[in-house]
């Protein structure tokens, strides 16, 4: 932080604001009282990156600013899950900065291109269809473990040709590196991913496959291989991706969905409006925090931040930001805007994108299709997750039995 003027500082917790238990998104609004930019002294973040203290970022604007603009706020190790364990491999390409990062993301590209969400659709659908039906007639489920837990992490398991009986390890581990209780927890969870992705790595060496790490061990990159810890980092970077983002926005999405039997009345009058419901979700809930350091001394809007300061953007505050959009809070399917940072924007807008949004207009679809109009059967079950990626441990739903 550069010394002289005096920052707004502000000691902001989600994990001691009440409100955050029933609403991280509508708790984290009330900063839009306040400045646009404020410092968040101290241990806040438990994380390797984060221990002095970060600016926090409220506005859409601003933070499509810095997300549009690498050359100032680069996201070198901006994460920092490889300092947990003492080294310093970026995520790839999340964690390098252009032109570097533009190499990687081409590697990438063929496996998240629109093209292959509509190739993997028709298995996407068949997982579905077949957890809906293992637990429909019952009645009830706990939405989190039965459903956007298994959906898609079976996905990513797909994609990584992994087996399906390795689902509940990973689920704990990315857990634990989200949102362990201390440091120690986030670092041997840590440990743990990066050991198993060496030992993937190898066993795809010696016998490769049709999954996207054998692809990735096969690419050349001006006829050289990918180098190990570029290797490692991109493998990190998918299994980081590719766990926990997309339970964490369906959870938010069916409770409001089960608080609002209008809008589900909606969707199941026409189903055809489900591609823009997806939409609107999505922009409603921005579960992502994401950070940048800044790469100079620079004015930014008033407030001086200093070359290595820390930035963090909790996106789910663009989300909601009145200066963006009309009734900011409201799920509205015929909303005029059409923007949102909820995948972020710039070099790193999320590759995953087209995938997660065919598994959230999948997962509605068969909802709507399969089971009858559902709400919440137990509101004292359903806790909330405010550090990192915003999300609902458990979601309690039940419907009238067939
Ligand atoms: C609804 C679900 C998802 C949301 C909300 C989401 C959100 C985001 C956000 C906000 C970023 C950029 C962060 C930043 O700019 O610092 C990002 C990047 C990324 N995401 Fe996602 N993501 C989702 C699903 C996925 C999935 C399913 C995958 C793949 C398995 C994935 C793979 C990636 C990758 C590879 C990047 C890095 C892109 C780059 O640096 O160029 N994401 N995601």
Not at 115 to 138: N, Q, Y
Not at 276 to 296: H, L, S, W
Not at 327 to 332: A, L, M, Q, W, Y
Not at 347 to 371: D, K, N, Q, S, Y
């Amino acid at each position: 932080m550069m010394q002289g003027n005096a920052p707004p500082i502000h000691n902001w917790s989600l994990a001691t604001d009440p409100d955050a238990a029933i609403c991280p998104f509508q708790a984290a609004a009330k900063l839009h009282d306040g400045p646009d930019i404020f410092f968040l002294p101290g241990e806040a973040h438990v994380r390797a990156a984060g221990l002095g203290g970060n600016w926090v970022v409220t506005r859409y604007a601003l933070q499509e600013e810095i997300l549009l603009d690498p050359v100032r706020f680069s996201s070198h190790l901006s994460i920092g899950f490889s300092r947990l364990v003492g080294d310093s491999w970026p995520l790839v390409p999340l964690e390098l900065d252009p032109p570097e990062h533009g190499l990687y993301r081409k590697v990438l590209m063929p496996w998240f291109s629109p093209g292959k969400a509509r190739e993997l659709s028709a298995e996407i659908r068949r997982l579905a269809v077949t957890l809906i039906d293992g637990f429909r007639d019952r009645g009830s489920v706990d939405f989190i473990t039965g459903f956007a837990q298994p959906f898609p992490v079976t996905v990513f398991l797909l994609m990584m040709g992994l087996p399906p009986d390795r689902m509940a390890t990973f689920i704990a581990w990315e857990d634990d590196l989200l949102r362990g209780a201390d440091m120690p927890v986030r670092a041997a969870a840590a440990a743990q991913i990066k050991a198993f992705l060496l030992d993937l790595i190898a066993q795809r060496r010696r016998a490769p496959g049709d999954d996207i790490v054998s692809y990735l061990i096969a690419y050349e990159l001006d006829g050289a291989p990918i180098p190990d810890d570029r290797l490692l980092g991109l493998c990190f970077m998918l299994f980081a991706g590719g766990l926990d983002t997309v339970t964490s926005v369906l959870g938010f999405i069916f409770r409001e969905l089960a608080m609002r039997p209008a809008l589900q009345a909606a969707l199941r009058a026409d189903p055809g409006i489900v591609p823009k419901a997806a939409d609107e979700f999505i922009r409603a809930f921005g579960v992502v925090n994401t950070f940048r350091y800044a790469t100079c001394d620079m004015d930014f809007h008033g407030v001086a931040i200093a070359k290595g300061d820390l930035i963090q953007l909790p996106l789910g505050l663009a989300s909601r930001d009145g200066r963006m959009y009309a009734d900011p809070h409201r799920i509205d399917f015929g909303r005029a805007t059409k923007r949102s940072l909820s995948f972020s924007t710039g070099p790193h807008t999320c590759a995953g994108m087209h995938l997660a949004r065919t598994e959230i207009r999948i997962a509605l679809e068969e909802w709507i299709a399969r089971v009858p109009e559902w709400h919440i059967s137990d509101v004292g079950q359903i806790t909330t997750a405010t550090e990192s990626v915003w999300a609902l441990h458990h979601l309690p739903l039940a419907w009238a039995q067939p």
